[in-house]
């Protein structure tokens, strides 16, 4: 059967409807149309070849970026169960012409502002699928348009071609009598992409006649058939802005072309609708021995029984619902009550692995792409690093070549922004030669690479230019040792001139004794990376050393300028922060070390400091055997004494005690300190421990459950009680000194974990 006499063969379907896939297959095998149009960006038509090449896998995306823009771009997915993609793959086969008709890309990028596609006044989105749907009875669209389109032929062969045209042909009268009761939607945007869709079937009219066929969203078929003037769509597309663009294809993912991942035409259940399309038969048995797979997969005891079981039930429900084969409802009730014991714990895991899913598409090397794009796709494949659309850790060592090129890679792709992988937690080992990724490839980071190939044709080139602008253009000092820590980890050794020199200027410039303190550590972290990865950070060096000198001098006035409590808090993290940088810069500068300890030495003794920095000075020289266990005692009697108030008094409990230094362990062996803090907390007046008593609830609730035991015993017998009523304390109870022969004995453990 050819087109009709009166006119093109118009094929309304559902965007990613496998049913409307198959009738629109069967459709075009019975007109054998002269020449094919589909919704879809012009631009793209020069792309149309690439279908046929055996290297593209649906899903896959049009990809159409502003040329001088690439943030502003637009997708066009398509799937194997897409009516497009079925479209364009049967006219490749009968060798006829096949091209895209709807608004260029160039229009629609242009006008791709906020509010663009707003609808006009007082008009109302009418959502076809629902009013068709209450209007059979029913008060799901979903579960309609799976009776009467998606299950058309699944179970058999496939829809007949004179059924199919029949569908097609009932589907586009029940979209006009919609438009016809309720308007087409008031949207502006539509009515300019239809009067272009007109445009080009008149085009393909001069051409083949009305020997062609369209296929397109049913929403457009009413307006393609309506009887329009030349001058009337000609009006409607005057004076359209215009941008130049860039197409090309792009991985997509079953994920993506889900409702839920905010795609405008989303369905629900995409690897539901790929399995419908791909099942010729017995659709609803293959589906639930998948689901059985999986679920052994994951240790869970499924037998063929159950499959049979659960292949019965779903039909039963079919039945009693009045539907023609078993949907996704009724099978998904079944695998819960037969084979998943009526938990809806693993029917999770069928509902993200097989009705969703994270199946990948992959596109041929023929297809163009930003020469950024290009250099990526040769290391990904030299270093074995596929792109996958679910989650999964990557585990490096850095002492390994490939291994720290991978790593590298990761880096210097997210200093462009394009998020491929995310630093996680590594497990077994805080060696910094060891990296966890999290690794998760999006359609989206093609349109990322597209908007750093503007730094690079390479990935080196493209990051070491970005990170050099990134340091011109940095105002705060963090951002710039930040961004020298992300040079380091990402090998951008030329791009750290750039960097250290924005870094040297903006320290000259600060005064803020916060900000340069928060800015050390990172400045250490670059150089102990740099050492680890063999990058040279001489300069970084010397720009940090020269940081540390300036903390060293503005930090004991910036502690006794009458900070309040927050203030004083933060400063003391600050104050832990650049000890532990000055403990890694001391290893090439010995002097900064006693500098620092100096530092200290002041706070921990200078009545005007608040009494959390104070405490938290004398405890790191304690921990650094700077502070005799005499001196500690002292000063803790000081501050503790009746003349100090109580709330500074349990500030510097919290600096000294607090956090994760080991405060409750260091009072569980020295009875002396522990027996000032209890002395002094049984003195505190009434009125003042409800006061005190949040600080020194956070400062001993921190500890293990163990140690506060311990110190519970310890308080509990009192000074001079027996050490036996301590668990786990020897009679004797603990040496004053530190025991070096039991010390000795552990040296090579400790080196093997450090080491490991």
Known sequence: MSPSPGGPLLLGVRHHGPGSARAVRAALDAARPAAVLIEGPPE?????????????????????????????????????????????????????????????????????????????????????????????????????????????????????????????????EAMGALREAYGDGGHHRDLVREAYMRQRMRAARREFGDAYAVVCGAWHVPALR????????????????????????????????????????????????????????????????????LLRAEDRQVSSAHVIEAVRLAETLAVMRGRPLPGLTETLEAVRAVMCDGSDIPLALIEDRLVVGDVLGEVPDTAPVVPLQRDLTRQQRSLRLKAEAQDRELELDLRKDTDAAKSLLLHRLRLLGIGWGTPAASRGSTGTFRETWRLRWEPELSVRVAEAGIWGTTVLAAATAKAEADAAGAEELGEVTALAERCLLAGLSEALPAVLRALADRAALDTDVARLAKALPALARSLRYGDVRGTDATALGTVAAGLAERICVALPPACAAGLDADAAAELRGHVDGVHGAVALLADTDEGLRERWSAVLRTLAGRDTVPGVIRGRAARLLLDDGRLPAEETARLMGLALSPATPPADAAGWIEGFAGGSSGGGTLLVHDDRLLGLIDTWLVGVPERAFTDVLPLLRRTFGAYESGVRRSLGELVRRGPGGPAAAVPGLAPAGFGPELDPVRADAVVGLVRMLLAG
Do not use: N
């Open 226 to 293: 309506a009887k329009t003037t030349v001058a009337a769509d000609k009006a409607l597309l005057s004076g359209l802005p215009k941008v130049k663009v860039e197409t090309t294809w792009v991985p997509w993912t079953h994920r993506r072309l889900a409702r839920a991942g905010g795609y405008g035409a989303g369905i629900t259940s995409p690897g539901w609708y790929a399995h419908l399309f791909e099942a010729r038969d017995r659709p609803v048995e293959r589906w639930l021995t998948k689901v059985a797979g």
């Open 44 to 172: 793209g038509d020069g792309l149309l070849a690439l279908a046929a090449d055996p290297g593209m896998r649906p899903p896959v995306a049009l990809l159409a970026h502003a040329a001088d823009d690439p943030g502003r771009a637009a997708f066009w997915p398509l799937a194997d169960f897409s009516p497009e993609w079925v479209a364009i793959r049967w006219a490749q086969r009968a060798g006829v012409p096949v091209r895209f008709m709807d608004l260029p890309a160039a229009h629609s990028l242009a006008a791709a502002e906020p509010g663009a596609d707003q609808a006009d006044p007082g008009a109302v989105r009418v959502d076809p699928l629902a009013v068709l749907a209450e209007t059979a009875g029913y008060d799901d669209p979903e579960r309609w348009w799976e009776d009467v389109v998606e299950h058309r032929g699944a179970g058999g062969a496939g829809s007949a071609g004179e059924e199919a045209l029949g569908a097609f042909e009932a589907l586009g």
